[in-house]
């Protein structure tokens, strides 16, 4: 999407992810309070417009969420879904309002709970009325089939994919928000149990709870606000899955591929300028083959980069520096507000005990959303972020 | 029989057969997938897709697909959709149309390779509402 005008970050909220009792409303009003008081907002009155991400919880959930925070009746408040994707594009949809003029100050919410409702040991699947939903399509097994292809064609491990899991668990050590950080042997990953073959349970993000909120406002306004650490939003892009039913080579991502170089060439930003990335690690094979998508390393040296420790503390660009989703655990509607509120604050030095140093300046988020068949995903959602101060 | 029209008159039966289009099980011969050529633009798809989604025709020749494919890739589910017995295997089959097939695997676990040849069969993918097997399209090796 092309900004019109500047737009910036000034405030953003998470929740501890995890089961919950809470509710996803509850849930989405204490991550969108946290981002409304840290964005020095005084009123209700001030907020334009609110894009709330859900998937799963009914109808309504946005004026759920909001009713308590008073703009029910003085700001537009638009429920937005695309399955994994959701959060981060109620995210792009305030920065839209804000880039065009419309509002000053919008907001965007993802929120999520699945555990109060959802049956455990059972995987995501497509709707029913798509085929390969029919045909006994989940979502595990779609990852995995690009696990399988990787490896008989790289000859890569499952020892391998397990790196991805270590390294994550390894960044979420110390983030109070990620419920499965910590040190992981290989055997300890390899050794859970079988998913989806060749996925075991520790290459799978798990199901959890949680929300994230961001609050987008314009120059004058950040101004307005005394915001001392502004976060500028370089670039801000949603897409949709090509689709068609002929082969693709599935240990590339059509998708992901198409939005990151858009997002390259809206934000005037370079892979290898990327700081920090905050992916869709949902399975580990995920993580290595964007490594290649969004050309962080070149195609085929995925898992070179990995090994040479380019993506972790220290290296090229740090992938999941909050522990991703394969620490976070995956609540589909609220991961992407949650990786860009986790990524505003590594950009501002905020994260005790997981902080990228040297403080990073360039953040980029991916989400993509849903198993469409005849896509690789259904959307794809990819932000830009620079810190201006 | 008797009994099976008393069942009509109550309900509409569930289909025990998952959709005509998609596949043909003929009385004698072997049963084949269904591929939907587009009269316009001669884009060939399975499943239909309409109207044809590159020259919004609407008009199409129905192809008999082959029946022997490569497997591209494959995983074996230990954890399915709920309601589905586990383990199952699926796996992505590329037929010599340049088209791309994602179905169940009729087989054992561990036992498949990528890039392997396997053929269309017909089996039982799930059960419908009034507990029977819905009937589909399978692949298993040659």
Known sequence: ?389 | MAEKKKIKKEKEPDITFFHPDLLEIPKEGLPYLKGYKCKKCGQLDFPKLSPCPTCWSEDFDVVPLSRKGNLYSFSDLYIGQPGLETPYICGYVDLPEEIRIFAMLKGDVNTFKCDEEVELTTGPIRKNADGLPITSYMFQKV
Request: hydrophobic share 35%.
């Open chain 1, 1 to 389: 999407m092309k900004l019109e005008r500047d737009v910036y970050i000034a405030g953003v909220g998470e929740t501890v992810f995890g089961k919950h009792k809470m509710d996803y409303d509850e849930l989405g009003r204490i991550a969108a309070f946290q981002a409304i008081k840290s964005s020095n907002i005084d009123g209700p009155g001030m907020i334009g417009s609110a894009y709330v991400g859900n998937a799963h919880n009914g109808i309504v959930t946005g004026q759920t969420i909001f009713k308590d925070i008073g703009i029910c009746g003085t700001a537009p408040i638009i429920n937005v879904e695309s399955a994994c994707s959701a959060g981060a594009m109620a995210v792009h949809l305030a920065i839209k309002d804000v880039a065009y003029g419309l509002t000053e100050l919008s907001m965007g919410v993802g929120a999520e709970n699945h555990t109060l409702r959802r049956k455990s040991g059972t995987a995501f699947m497509p709707a029913m009325n798509d085929i390969e939903a029919v045909h006994g399509g989940v979502m595990t097994g779609k990852y995995a089939m690009r696990a399988t292809r990787y490896m008989h064609e790289t000859g890569a491990t499952i020892e391998d994919l397990a790196m991805i899991t270590q390294k994550s668990r390894r960044h979420a050590k110390n983030n109070p928000h990620a419920p499965y950080g910590g040190d992981y042997s290989i055997e300890d990953i390899i050794d859970s149990r079988m998913i989806a073959y060749p996925l075991t349970l520790h290459q799978c993000c798990g199901v959890v709870d949680g929300a994230g909120a961001v609050v987008v406002c314009s120059g004058e306004m950040i101004k307005k606000l005394g915001i001392e650490k502004p976060v500028k939003v370089r670039g801000s892009v949603v897409t949709s899955g090509p689709y068609h039913n002929r082969p693709r080579d599935i240990t590339g991502d059509d998708i992901t591929e198409m939005t990151s170089a858009m997002l390259y060439e809206e934000s005037g930003i370079g892979p290898k300028d990327v700081d920090i990335l905050e992916l869709h690690d949902a399975f580990t094979i995920a993580e290595l083959l964007y490594y290649e998508c969004m050309g962080l390393c070149e195609k085929g040296d995925g898992l070179k980069f990995l090994r040479d420790g380019l993506s972790t503390y220290g290296g090229q660009c740090v992938v999941s520096p909050r522990g991703g989703m394969l620490s976070y655990g995956h609540p589909i509607g609220a991961s992407g507000a949650a990786q860009m509120a986790a990524n505003v604050k590594q950009l501002r030095g905020e994260c005790n005990g997981y902080q990228v140093e040297p403080v990073p300046k360039v953040a980029m988020s991916h989400v993509t959303g849903g198993g469409l068949s005849g896509t690789e995903h259904a959307a794809c959602t990819m932000h830009m972020l620079t810190s201006d101060w």
